[in-house]
C-alpha cells in the first residue's frame, strides 16, 4: 500500500503492527487522535476536509472567478472528467486537439484548483467549434457553467473571421440552452456499437496513407466545407489505431 497522506501511513502502521506482533486477541482496535477542523487546512489541497470544501464553495461569488487559459495538463483533467461522465474520449485525442490549436482551452480555477473548462477551436479563423465543456461536479448548479458556456462563445467569436460558422457537439437535455445562445440545430446523429466479427473485406476499402492526403484532404474540404489539414493529418495517423477509406477508381468516396 501506498498511503496519500500522514493520516493514512498512521492507519497502515497501526495494521502493519497487528500483523507482526505475536500476540493476537480476537479483535483489535486502534484509537489515535488527528486534527481534522482546523488552521493550515488550505495547504491539504484536495485532501482538506469536506467542511473546508463547502465553506470555499459558499465563499465563492460568480464575480471572484474567472475565466482563463489552461494548460495542457488541464486538458487532461478535463478529459478524465468527461471519460468518467461516460462520453468515452480517445486516448490520444488530447494531443491532437492541443496541437491542432493550442490556445484554444478555457477553463475557471479556484485556488489554482480547475473546476470547469472547455474547448473553443479555431480552424484558421473560418470555422470554430465549442466543445469539451464540463464543470466538476461538486461545482455544478452554481451559475459558473453558465458563465463560462457565454464568455467561450464569446472568446471564439472573437478568434473567427466575421461571420464565420461556429459547431458545436450537444445533448438532448440542452437544446433549448444552445438555442437561447444562438445556435441552432443543424442536423442529428446517433452512434452505434457492435461486437467486432470477421467480414468479408470490400476491394474498395484500404487502409489510409500518407500519398492519400492530399485527396482526403479535398474531399473533407467538400464535405465539411472548411480546410483542417493540420488537425486531419493528426487525427488520421494517430498511435493504435488504423484509418480507412472507401474508394471507386480511385476516387475518395468516403
Given at each position: 500500500l501506498q498511503?496519500?497522506?500522514?493520516?493514512?501511513?498512521?492507519?497502515?502502521?497501526?495494521?502493519?503492527?497487528?500483523?507482526?506482533?505475536?500476540?493476537?486477541?480476537?479483535?483489535?482496535?486502534?484509537?489515535?487522535?488527528?486534527?481534522?477542523?482546523?488552521?493550515?487546512?488550505?495547504?491539504?489541497?484536495?485532501?482538506?476536509?469536506?467542511?473546508?470544501h463547502f465553506y470555499n464553495q459558499i465563499k465563492m461569488s460568480l464575480e471572484e472567478i474567472t475565466v482563463q487559459k489552461i494548460s495542457k495538463q488541464d486538458l487532461t483533467t478535463l478529459i478524465g472528467w468527461a471519460s468518467q461522465e461516460g462520453w468515452n474520449p480517445g486516448k490520444y485525442d488530447v494531443d491532437v486537439f492541443w496541437n491542432t490549436d493550442p490556445d484554444g482551452f478555457y477553463g475557471c480555477k479556484v485556488n489554482n484548483e480547475l473546476i470547469a473548462g472547455g474547448a473553443i477551436i479555431s480552424y484558421n479563423g473560418e470555422f470554430g467549434f465549442m466543445g469539451l465543456f464540463i464543470v466538476n461536479n461538486q461545482y455544478r448548479s452554481k451559475g459558473i457553467g453558465n458563465k463560462l458556456w457565454h464568455k467561450r462563445k464569446n472568446m471564439l467569436i472573437g478568434r473567427l473571421k466575421e461571420n464565420a460558422t461556429i459547431g458545436m457537439d450537444g445533448i438532448l437535455a440542452m437544446q433549448a440552452y444552445y438555442q437561447k445562445g444562438g445556435f441552432e440545430i443543424s442536423f442529428r446523429d446517433e452512434r452505434y456499437e457492435i461486437i467486432g466479427k470477421e467480414y468479408i473485406l470490400s476491394e474498395n476499402?484500404?487502409?489510409?496513407?500518407?500519398?492519400?492526403?492530399?485527396?482526403?484532404?479535398?474531399?473533407?474540404?467538400?464535405?465539411?466545407?472548411?480546410?483542417?489539414?493540420?488537425?486531419?493529418?493528426?487525427?488520421?495517423?494517430m498511435p493504435e489505431s488504423k484509418a480507412i477509406k472507401y474508394t471507386i477508381n480511385d476516387a475518395v468516396e468516403g
Open positions: 498511503p496519500l497522506n500522514p493520516y493514512g501511513w498512521s492507519k497502515h502502521q497501526f495494521d502493519m503492527w497487528t500483523e507482526a506482533t505475536e500476540i493476537q486477541p480476537p479483535n483489535w482496535y486502534g484509537l489515535k487522535f488527528f486534527n481534522v477542523y482546523g488552521y493550515g487546512e488550505k495547504n491539504k489541497g484536495k485532501m482538506a476536509s469536506t467542511v473546508l476499402v484500404s487502409t489510409i496513407e500518407t500519398t492519400d492526403f492530399n485527396n482526403i484532404l479535398q474531399f473533407d474540404k467538400t464535405h465539411f466545407g472548411f480546410q483542417r489539414a493540420l488537425f486531419l493529418k493528426q487525427w488520421l495517423m
